[in-house]
């Protein structure tokens, strides 16, 4: 496959190395790289600073520069945070395709998890109901983003995966992760429990009924003031 529609010469010296087993791989020092891609240092340290903010590679004062195992979420993050300052609305959408992506995969993430998974997911459900029931209460919005991003941890692809964790970084950004309403949150976690319930059960068609269910209520979060 051509590569020469990537924007940099150091995007493509990148891409045509040889895959690694997952572990971060070394790549030549600055002054190797320039002149082996046949670019200026300066030019060359631009382009790294791209491949930097990307997660492609990753650059220490000791062990030089390294390659990364590709992952999609810096770069769909990034973009995304950036549109939701610029406009809130763009989050809406964004949710809107995270919902989409996660029905679509639905069966297959259930169907992969393991009874580990199982019960990882049902001791976030335990310390979402300790918060919520404690004395003061606490928003559970750690394991509210762990709980989701659990049921797809399983899937191997890193476009998926990307979408999903950026939702929940966005999420972080509209200052979502700190709604307070205990109704609508109490409401929320019902439905959690019987998504993961119905999972540790194998009852995937539940499971799933319960999620597009649960889905519905970020659309028609009461609006608070203040």
């Given at each position: 496959?051509?590569?020469?529609?990537?924007?940099?010469?150091?995007?493509?010296?990148?891409?045509?190395?040889?895959?690694?087993?997952?572990?971060?791989?070394?790549?030549?020092?600055?002054?190797?790289?320039?002149?082996?891609?046949?670019?200026?240092?300066?030019?060359?340290?631009?382009?790294?600073?791209?491949?930097?903010?990307?997660?492609?590679?990753?650059?220490?004062?000791?062990?030089?520069?390294?390659l990364k195992p590709y992952d999609f979420l810096p770069a769909v993050s990034q973009?995304?945070?950036?549109?939701?300052?610029?406009?809130?609305?763009?989050?809406?959408?964004?949710?809107?395709?995270?919902?989409?992506?996660?029905?679509?995969?639905?069966?297959?993430?259930?169907?992969?998890?393991?009874?580990?998974?199982?019960?990882?997911?049902?001791?976030?459900?335990?310390?979402?109901?300790?918060?919520?029931?404690?004395?003061?209460?606490?928003?559970?919005?750690?394991?509210?983003?762990?709980?989701?991003?659990?049921?797809?941890?399983?899937?191997?692809?890193?476009?998926?995966?990307?979408?999903?964790?950026?939702?929940?970084?966005?999420?972080?950004?509209?200052?979502?992760?700190?709604?307070?309403d205990l109704t609508y949150l109490r409401e929320v976690w019902t439905y959690h429990?019987?998504?993961?319930?119905?999972?540790?059960?194998?009852?995937?068609?539940?499971?799933?009924?319960?999620?597009?269910?649960?889905?519905?209520?970020?659309r028609h979060r009461p609006i608070t003031t203040g």
């Amino acid at each position: 496959m051509s590569r020469r529609s990537l924007p940099s010469e150091l995007l493509e010296y990148l891409a045509a190395l040889p895959a690694g087993n997952g572990d971060t791989q070394r790549v030549p020092p600055i002054s190797v790289l320039s002149a082996e891609i046949g670019i200026g240092v300066s030019k060359l340290r631009e382009q790294l600073e791209v491949a930097k903010a990307l997660g492609l590679v990753e650059v220490r004062p000791r062990t030089g520069i390294r390659l990364k195992p590709y992952d999609f979420l810096p770069a769909v993050s990034q973009s995304l945070l950036y549109a939701v300052v610029m406009d809130r609305g763009f989050f809406d959408m964004f949710a809107d395709l995270r919902k989409r992506v996660e029905a679509a995969y639905w069966y297959e993430a259930v169907d992969l998890l393991t009874p580990e998974d199982h019960q990882t997911l049902q001791n976030l459900m335990q310390q979402a109901w300790d918060k919520l029931n404690g004395s003061p209460i606490r928003i559970p919005h750690f394991e509210h983003r762990q709980l989701h991003l659990t049921i797809f941890s399983r899937l191997e692809n890193p476009f998926v995966r990307g979408i999903l964790e950026a939702y929940w970084d966005a999420y972080e950004a509209v200052e979502l992760d700190s709604y307070t309403d205990l109704t609508y949150l109490r409401e929320v976690w019902t439905y959690h429990q019987r998504i993961v319930d119905a999972i540790q059960k194998g009852d995937r068609e539940a499971s799933f009924q319960n999620f597009i269910d649960h889905a519905d209520l970020l659309r028609h979060r009461p609006i608070t003031t203040g």
